[in-house]
């Protein structure tokens, strides 16, 4: 019988496991790793989601609150503030936000920030929506290059810039009550607005930048007339007081008026940016139409009190021109005292006509008509042109009773001869009726006049003795002539025989009127 081979080996002659190293990465270390790319992949779309981080500067921090305030375009928030903090110096406040990705673009020098809250200003009333919402900082793109660091707008540009409309330049002497934000109107309909102003000409000079929208932008011409009509206008000259205002907002806010010659109509529209004179108000536009002047000077002796520079110079109650200045003059040899009063005739005014009645050529030679006019008795002279102001004006008219004279040119202006206003002839007639009383020998007839009251006086006491006799005459004859009285009753009786004798009379001339043969023959049976 075979022996049995299979019978189970000893234990110490178990088969030793022989380990072999794994080549590669192990599973275990997959994890970490895709977790850490997965992180660095949210980041990256995280930051490149993100978008810009900008700085802004402003004087408070009036509305802003880090994580809270939004920054908006057009009310789409595009953005919002993530710190606000004190500069080093103390002058200004920093403000840290972050914007959406895309706004690089328009991250420009150009740009505009601004704080938006309530607000009331010459255009009204804004911002009241941020009495619910909260303020926020409005944003608005402009040209330029690449930028990240800006400086806020205290306030509110007054035209957006996605506004259609052109911009123009007024010049001016004085700014009045103008804002940025005021009105410009044209027949009374709001067009437009101011932008700012600033000084110009070294200071001699306004600056208005005015913005007019589009499509009414195209009513502004090359000789349109701009003029001032801010609050109430009230000017006090020898026609009066004159009050006037445009409308109820300009009175409040201020505003400009232009309009267009109807002549001009069909100019093109003046370009952007085109100058304009703004003039002070309305009348001064009329003012400004007559372009040629002429300057002459009128002597005078007396008080010029209430006459002023712009004072009116008119012709039979016609305006012609103004007052340019009023001076004093002292003759140094013979302390003679004249008042020069310089002014303007505007020839323009005046058409001079030919025997045709067409206008003449020497229109233009205004020199010489005045002096065939003075040669006729023209003559300057101070009149009042209120009583309620007490303003005076420069007449020229006609005195033909005047000395003769002749406009004389040696001077620096031709000179008009004068006389004395209608308050200095009654003023030297009082003066001479003073002086020819105070000449007559007052004493002599005061001691006349003495002498005649005491005669009056005595014949006043006759005149009375008089009447009382005449009223004791009066008593008595009214004694005689009493009803009761004799004298009375003998003149009835007289009277009464007179009467039967008349009739006696009548009937004697009748008979003999129808018997005259009875004065010879007598009277028959």
């Known amino acids: 019988m075979s022996e049995q081979t299979d019978r189970p080996p000893e234990r110490d002659e178990l088969p030793e496991v022989e380990v072999q190293a794994r080549r590669g990465i192990s599973l275990v270390w997959l994890i970490p790793l895709v977790a850490g790319a997965i992180a660095a992949w949210l980041?990256?779309?995280?930051?490149?989601?993100?978008?810009?981080?900008?700085?802004?500067?402003?004087?408070?921090?009036?509305?802003?609150?880090?994580?809270?305030?939004?920054i908006k375009y057009r009310d789409v928030q595009v953005g919002q503030v993530e710190e606000v903090e004190i500069a080093q110096d103390g002058s200004k406040i920093i403000v840290t936000a972050s914007l959406r990705k895309g706004a690089e673009p328009h991250l420009t020098e150009g740009t505009k920030f601004w704080v938006v809250r309530p607000r009331l200003s010459a255009g009204g009333v804004s911002g009241l929506g941020t009495l619910v919402s909260g303020s926020y900082i409005e944003v608005e793109p402009g040209p330029g290059a690449s930028k990240r660091a800006f400086t806020g707008l205290e306030v509110p540009p007054v035209v957006r810039a996605y506004e259609e409309g052109r911009k123009f330049l007024l010049q001016s002497d004085r700014l009045g009550s103008l804002n940025p934000g005021s009105p410009i109107y044209y027949r009374g309909i709001e067009v437009g607005e101011v932008l700012g102003y600033e000084l110009a000409g070294e200071g001699r000079g306004v600056s208005i930048h005015i913005f007019i929208k589009d499509p009414l932008f195209r009513l502004v011409r090359e000789n349109s007339r701009f003029w001032n009509a801010s609050g109430i206008d009230i000017s006090v000259g020898a026609d009066g007081f004159k009050v006037s205002t445009a409308s109820l907002e300009t009175l409040l806010a201020g505003g400009i008026v232009f309009d267009t010659p109807a002549s001009a109509t069909n100019a093109e529209p003046a370009p952007e940016g085109t100058e304009f004179k703004l003039f002070d108000d309305l009348a001064s536009v009329g003012e400004a139409s007559y372009t040629e002047k002429v300057a002459y000077v009128a002597y005078f002796d007396g008080s010029v009190r209430g006459l002023n520079v712009g004072a009116p110079v008119e012709f039979k109650g016609i305006r012609i021109g103004s007052v340019t200045d009023v001076a004093l003059e002292i003759n140094r040899r013979t302390a003679k005292i004249r008042i020069p009063v310089t002014f303007e005739i505007e020839p323009q005014r005046v058409n001079v006509v030919d025997v045709t009645g067409a206008v003449a050529q020497g229109q233009r030679a205004p020199y010489a008509t005045i002096a065939r006019l003075v040669k006729s008795g023209l003559r300057a002279q101070l009149q009042s042109g209120s009583l309620l102001t007490g303003q005076l004006l420069v007449s020229l008219d006609f005195h033909p009773d005047s000395p003769p004279a002749e406009l004389r040119t040696k001077g620096k202006y031709p000179e008009v001869p004068t006389v004395p206003s209608d308050l200095e002839e009654i003023t030297q007639s009082v003066e001479q009726l003073l002086a020819t009383l105070?000449?007559?020998?007052?004493?002599?007839?005061?001691?006349?006049?003495?002498?005649?009251?005491?005669?009056?006086?005595?014949?006043?006491?006759?005149?009375?003795?008089?009447?009382?006799?005449?009223?004791?005459?009066?008593?008595?004859?009214?004694?005689?002539?009493?009803?009761?009285?004799?004298?009375?009753?003998?003149?009835?009786?007289?009277?009464?025989?007179?009467?039967?004798?008349?009739?006696?009379?009548?009937?004697?001339?009748?008979?003999?009127?129808?018997?005259?043969?009875?004065?010879?023959?007598?009277?028959?049976?």
Request: avoid cysteine; charge should be negative; glycine fraction near 10%.
């Open 438 to 525: 105070g000449a007559l020998p007052l004493e002599g007839l005061v001691e006349d006049l003495r002498q005649t009251v005491t005669s009056v006086e005595g014949t006043s006491n006759a005149a009375q003795a008089a009447l009382v006799q005449a009223k004791t005459t009066l008593i008595s004859a009214d004694g005689l002539m009493g009803k009761e009285s004799e004298v009375r009753y003998d003149l009835g009786r007289l009277l009464q025989e007179l009467t039967e004798t008349a009739r006696s009379v009548r009937f004697l001339a009748d008979y003999l009127e129808q018997h005259p043969e009875a004065l010879i023959r007598g009277k028959g049976e």
């Open 43 to 70: 980041a990256y779309t995280t930051i490149m989601a993100q978008g810009p981080t900008i700085t802004i500067t402003f004087l408070t921090a009036d509305g802003l609150e880090a994580g809270k305030t939004k």
